[in-house]
């Protein structure tokens, strides 16, 4: 009786949790442990599913003959259930060496990519895995003792964004073990299960039996403050997502916030913002710490108009006046130039997507301006040169009758930095007439009696 009713307690978690539909593949990571094999046995018997499952096991080579005996033991359990057996044997040790990873480390990242691939290879709708109450609780632990956030302490997922999925999440160790004894089913254990140089097994075997002098059903307990908090943190990441999308904007391979929006949010609000960010631009979280978000912070907080910082995964950080920048990879667009020379009216391209159009000019009143100038032919005739800016260029904006540098007007007009070499400049000879979309020089003042007058705007995507 008891069987029947903890296969459907499980199959009551896959409904609620959605976590896949009768008829498909599903990918059953099967290390040997009663665990995995518990997870297996359950879903080879939920009613009305029609499921095809595919035992898929990694050999770690990490203990010698009793990892190929573990192999061996799933591959003749596989073919007990009559379903498909992947192995791959892997050698984590010298995997964690060469890439400069633990050893728990270096076992997640093989296993994901070797889960990965036989999930590509069946079309399988998900992986599933041997996660269950008391895993959640030492996770919770595990996160609370090294320092994480809500996101951390929400523990293990009942399904996640890569499609793993634990139907298990509910059930305990021992109703587990209670589960297997009663079908007569045996499993294998792990002996490095019980070495305690690794932080989980100190957890499971030392301080969990210590709290439960103070709380006998600290597991319980701890399993639905994960449960709780996930919840919580479903509702702010889609209050995340909604604020993200009201102040920032993604732009080819960058991030661009709004600064004053962000310097606006209450600084909870602001701290996720910022990790959200970072994650679109990057791909990733990883590396990332909270000093890394304290100092995005501090630039957002700062009076300084310009900053700009190094982030992990090649981010680079620009603050530009009132935008946030974040770009991943190489950011030498950031620094880009070009020159060319304009011979004649027509329309002209520029890198970078902008065009000159020069035209004939059709009105008597010339009136230069940020987005259009005027150039009498007589005082400067073609060719002209159009190019970036350089340092210690210099003009006499219109109006005006002193000299100033180009740099200085580009901080009166709060261009940013990352803009500023992408922006043209319209050389007569050896005079700059005019600073695309941002004035022109005094030296484009026409006469009304001109007859030989050209228009030249810019288009900037």
Known sequence: MMNSALVSRVEKTIRLQRLFRPGGALVVGLSGGADSIALLDILSR?????????????????RGAESDADQEFCRLLAGQY????????IDIKKMAEDQRLNLEDAGRRARIAFFDEIRAKYGAAAVALAHHADDQAETLLMRLLRGS??????????????????????????????????????WREDASNSDTVYLRNRIRHQLLPLLEEYNPAIRAGLAATASIIRGDEVLLRELTEQT????????????????????????????????????????????????????????????RPNARLAFPHGVTVLREYDRLVLVKGDDS?????????????????????????????????????????????????????????????????????????????????????????????????????????????????????????????????
């Open 46 to 62: 939920l009613q009305g599913y029609n499921l095809h499952l595919i035992a898929t096991h990694l050999n770690h080579c990490l």
């Open 82 to 89: 009559a379903i498909p057996f992947e192995v791959r044997r």
């Open 149 to 186: 956030g809500m996101t951390g302490l929400s523990g293990m997922a009942y399904r996640n964004d890569r499609g793993y999925i634990r139907p298990l999440l509910d059930i305990t160790r021992v109703e587990i073990e209670q589960y297997l004894r009663s079908y007569g089913i045996e």
């Open 244 to 303: 993200f999308a009201a102040s920032c904007r993604i732009r080819d391979n960058s991030v661009e916030g709004s600064v004053v929006q962000l310097r606006a949010l209450n600084p909870a609000l602001r701290r996720r913002v910022l990790r959200y960010a970072f994650s679109r631009s990057a791909g990733s979280l990883e590396r990332v710490t909270q000093r890394h978000i304290d100092a995005l912070f501090e630039m957002i907080d700062s009076s």
């Open 333 to 461: 667009s950031l620094e880009s130039g070009f020159e060319m020379h304009i011979s004649e009216p027509g329309c002209y391209q520029l890198p970078g997507g902008a065009s000159i159009e020069v035209e004939v000019a059709r009105s008597t009143t010339f009136k230069a301006s940020s987005d259009a100038v005027y150039v009498d032919l007589n005082k400067f005739p073609f060719p002209w040169l159009v190019r970036t800016f350089r340092s210690g260029d210099r003009m006499q904006p219109f109006g005006m009758k002193g000299r100033k540098k180009v740099k200085d007007i580009f901080i009166d007009h709060k261009i940013p930095q990352s803009e500023r070499r992408s922006i043209p400049l319209l050389y007569c000879g050896n005079d700059l007439v005019w600073v695309a979309g941002v004035c022109a020089s005094e030296l484009s003042r026409v006469c009304e009696d001109t007859y030989a007058v050209v228009k030249a705007t810019c288009k900037r995507q």
